[in-house]
């Protein structure tokens, strides 16, 4: 959407100072296009295109832009504005923005702001961050069950300019507990003096507020909803979670879970990549690498402890890389496999016992392919290698190749299991992460192969 | 959502022949929950429970069921009742489950449909999988542009039972140009007279025909719609993508994702972990592992050609799988890292040289930590190793240092540029596996570790 040979333009508007410009500029987009473009501006020109707007528009836009860019434009911009902008921005949001804010920010911000707002924003900023409270909003419709259906059109008619939504209409009581749920197509199509309580259809699907927003995600992406209702420990409503902010939650789990199965601490803004400097890179991605490196003394140890063994048969050094290699190779699938099956509800911990033996079979598989191509891999690689006369090339290949077949049915269970063990201790399975696998089968591979030749070859 | 204290209950309506009570228990929950439950019967048996429900209601609840389960039953059923549920199911759905029947079931099956029906599903069918075509419905909402607003309502009103959505209406003119749409919001908000073409609004996210299905789904997720429009080579509407199927789009390419980077071939139905074979499972994940056993030829070669220098410092074999060990790790890291940067669009291959840079003070720092964590290792475990007179253990280390160094570098470096690679040459980023990763650094580790000994230590 971004179009380099407009931005030229726009800053011609800035500098003649050409409001009505400026004004024409903004309607003609989508508003996520125009945040995205206006983006390429400094801070202080994007809050003089804003200051053009009328406080709805202005406050459309702010909240469609990054959110390193609205901190910025938040120290930008004087208090009144600032407030004008919370007043009108989307609830959810707002209470995000809110909680970015510094104490003194905070402080300094709420007395601007009328009452309403000012306790809807202190209610919403004060759910557990990942919890469906804190990603709701307050901004939806409810219904009295006793009203009739074109009573209940008109009200959402009559509310409609400053909803988020009118699609779906809540009924609750008059202690906001959930009744029944009712949409506009339903509304619509129902007798004009029928009454909500025989329209609405009380067979809800809800999340609780404090319960993982993943959680209520998915219920949004199984049952098709436009948005879900959320209630509190009185079953009492208080908010919605919409389509659109699903698909975010399930975009930012999903990056979560490849980020922590691949070891990186990233805590960092959607579109920041080139934006974060290099130091900070590297702090997100050191604590593993360097981790995984102390934890390397214990292999090394190994690997020592076994040197006159190495010494007397250094063929077996040759090959060590390779037990390595493809323990952490099929540990890692398996971890995948299992992790993605949990993820979708495929399994649960209940099919542990199913799961172990499913993937003992699919090693054996493995184990037995791997330990063929491993087989002639020895005997024709190492065909001039310096083997002691009490052995043949060809024994000592076949004890490769056994070490190597358990290695694989011993990595591939170790990759099954720690998924489900973090699940068992309520971790999400995806901190397991692939290079943790990668350096626990390498100490369990180095025993594997050293215990092995000792035991076939006697050294 | 399901209850297996209900089960027996429900055998029991079952083999009672209870009519009334087998609709009343499909009325009584979510469409997608009581799909969920049937699951758990044989296909004979979800056959019976379906054959009492009316034909709206049996093509819904069928239409939630896995589509593993839609298979067999599809096997199950008369043709007269396989028609009647073709006729009602969701216009994306029936043209993706028309796909996978087989030729025969295809021919014996378009003579028992309307005409209508019979059109549509071909027409839906023909579109490459994968593309948006292939995904959208036929199912949506027109309006002619001169119509008044109130009787653009009446006429939604009139269509609303058969709809999947009428909260966009989609404004076109006699070729079905695609003029503008317009919210069921902004239609009860406008005055009754008002003429749709000046309410619509005309600045239109679309996605074309041919376009892939994760750009349309990025679309929805990024300007939050609910659904957007399809449009062919003539500019003609021929489809809605909406909010659901956008979030199964993401899901499932999330999942592609993860597999392709882990290097499993899988391509299973959702919901299928356990009862996919053992075989299954092995033909999935075997391509890779032996794959990538067979390419560890080169590194096999690689190190018994340096036989010589392992049996003269055998020490030098102890730190190998360091070597091996920590390239994978960042090299996984990095391409983890720049591949997700690339699926978020932060940035694109005009950052080529931008991320190259960015990559390499970022592997730098690395370099620092894990060479120095290293040298200590090395110092501090092999303190007993037998070391030749010529050299000191800290030179030793020194070297072992330097050589992890370098090999952090360029792991990090081909792990950043491997995905870019890929998108230069129109490939998913994410086909760039982490195993691939590895066993490409190991290879290069060998040869800077073999030559950093050779150069420093001229053994």
């Known amino acids: 959407m971004k179009d380099p040979l407009l931005l030229p333009e726009l ?75 919370f007043t009108h921005m989307p609830h959810d949001e707002r ?32 759910y557990e961050p990942g919890t469906a409270g804190a990603v709701m909003t307050s901004d939806y419709a409810t219904l009295s069950p006793d009203l009739t259906a074109d009573e209940a059109i008109r009200k959402l008619r009559h509310e409609a300019p400053d909803k988020e939504t009118i699609y779906y209409a809540y009924v609750v009581d008059d202690k906001r507990r ?85 070891a990186i601490a990233g805590k960092h803004s959607v579109g920041a990549y080139l ?18 490196a102390v934890a390397g003394f214990v292999s090394g140890a190994i690997i020592q402890s076994f040197e006159d063994t190495l010494r007397s048969l250094v063929i077996l050094a040759l090959y060590m890389p390779m037990i390595a290699d493809t323990g952490g190779n099929t540990g890692s699938q398996a971890a995948t496999v299992v992790i993605q099956a949990l993820a979708r509800g495929e399994i649960s911990l209940r099919d542990f016992g199913k799961v172990l033996f499913k993937e003992f079979q699919v090693s054996l598989l493995l184990a037995v392919a791997v330990a063929a191509v491993s087989y002639i891999k020895v005997v024709f690689i190492s065909q001039d290698a310096t083997v002691p006369p009490e052995f043949t090339l060809a024994q000592i ?63």
């Not at 402080?107 to 004060?126: G, M, V, Y």
């Not at 995600?217 to 049952?223: Q, W």
Request: charged letters at 25%; aromatic letters at 6%.
């Open 178 to 262: 959930l009744l029944g749920i009712v949409s506009l197509k339903d509304l619509i199509l129902a007798p004009p003096n029928k009454k909500i309580s025989e329209i609405m259809s009380t067979d809800i699907i809800y999340a609780r507020v404090d319960e993982d927003q993943e959680e209520a995600a998915r219920k949004i992406s199984k049952y098709d909803l436009i948005a879900i209702p959320v209630i509190n420990g009185d079953d009492a409503l208080v908010g919605i979670i919409t389509h659109d902010d699903a698909i975010d939650i399930i975009n930012q789990e999903h990056t979560e879970d490849m980020e922590k199965f691949m």
């Open 275 to 292: 934006r974060t400097p290099a130091f900070r890179h590297f702090r997100n991605r050191a604590g593993w690498i360097v981790g995984l």
């Open 397 to 459: 290949a076949g004890v490769i190749a056994i070490a190597l077949a358990l290695q694989v049915v011993t990595a591939t269970l170790t990759g099954a299991l720690l998924p489900m063990l973090a699940v068992r201790f309520d971790k999400d399975p995806a901190v397991v992460a692939s290079p943790a696998i990668t350096t626990l089968v390498d100490i369990t591979g180095l025993l594997i192969y050293f215990y092995c030749a000792r035991l076939f070859l006697g050294v």
């Open 95 to 126: 209470a995000q923005l809110f909680q970015r804010l510094s104490e003194e920010e905070k402080a300094s911000l709420l007395p601007a702001l009328a009452q309403a707002e000012r306790e809807d924003i202190k209610k919403l900023s004060s």
């Open 11 to 85: 800053r011609e508007l800035l500098s003649n100072n050409d409001v009505e410009g400026l004004k024409k500029f903004c309607q003609a987009g989508h508003p996520t296009a125009i945040a995205d473009f206006l983006s390429a501006l400094t801070p202080p020109e994007i809050r003089r295109v804003l200051g053009v707007l009328d406080p709805p528009k202005r406050a459309e836009i702010f909240s469609n832009l990054d959110e390193e860019v609205q901190n910025e434009l938040v120290r930008e911009l004087p208090r009144r504005e600032l407030a004008d902008i």
